[in-house]
């Protein structure tokens, strides 16, 4: 079955109205993970000098940096001088090297979490899809509990497939449309009376 989350298996208007809504607390969760990603990647990568890379920054942003002490801005990047950058960084802007270092300068720290910034970001998206599966699995009655509710919020709606909405097998599938166990119970005890009567009449339109 196709699962994505534990609330997959509810529609957007199926879901609590809440202060803050479920979809975007879920993408509250992911920025956060994404945060503490982009700070252990730069600081790992730091420790391997010889595998540094750069990052492009302007030089406005390098000499907003640098406010506190503009003349390390002109002994570490002299392309950003007035002289130099019609020559040397034509579009204002130089690489920059990433280091991530409880000593590192503004600049290179600014760097390093540039170049983290889109791999932590697929990092914490996939963490977030796989961890939503264990979750699932390791939970089965609560993943149950959810859909139940969501079918009974779809049935009272009127959903041509109450159950079946949503991101789920039975939409994009070949899967069975899901019905409580419950109801399957009486849909099947409702179908054993209409089997029983049906065979009743039978038999005495026979005599």
Aim: aromatic letters at 8%.
């Amino acid at each position: 079955m196709l699962r994505l989350s534990h609330l997959q298996h509810q529609t957007l208007a199926d879901r609590p109205a809440s202060g803050l809504d479920a979809p975007w607390l879920d993408i509250l969760h992911l920025v956060i993970t994404q945060r503490i990603l982009m700070i252990i990647i730069p600081y790992t990568l730091s420790r391997w000098p010889q595998n540094t890379r750069y990052s492009v920054i302007s030089c406005d942003e390098l000499a907003f940096l640098y406010q506190p002490n503009p003349g390390r801005l002109e002994a570490n990047y002299p392309a950003c001088l007035p002289e130099n950058r019609a020559q040397f960084a034509p579009d204002g802007m130089v690489p920059v090297k990433g280091i991530l270092h409880l000593d590192s300068d503004r600049a290179m720290s600014t760097a390093a979490l540039n170049i983290s910034f889109g791999a932590a970001g697929q990092l914490a998206f996939f963490l977030h899809l796989f961890a939503a599966e264990i979750y699932i699995a390791l939970t089965p009655r609560e993943a149950d509990r959810l859909r139940r509710v969501s079918y009974q919020k779809q049935k009272e709606k009127g959903f041509k497939n109450p159950g079946s909405a949503g991101l789920v097998a039975q939409r994009i599938g070949d899967a069975e449309p899901w019905i409580p166990r419950d109801e399957k119970f009486e849909e099947g005890q409702e179908k054993d009376l209409m089997k029983a009567e049906n065979e009743s009449v039978s038999s005495s339109e026979k005599v």
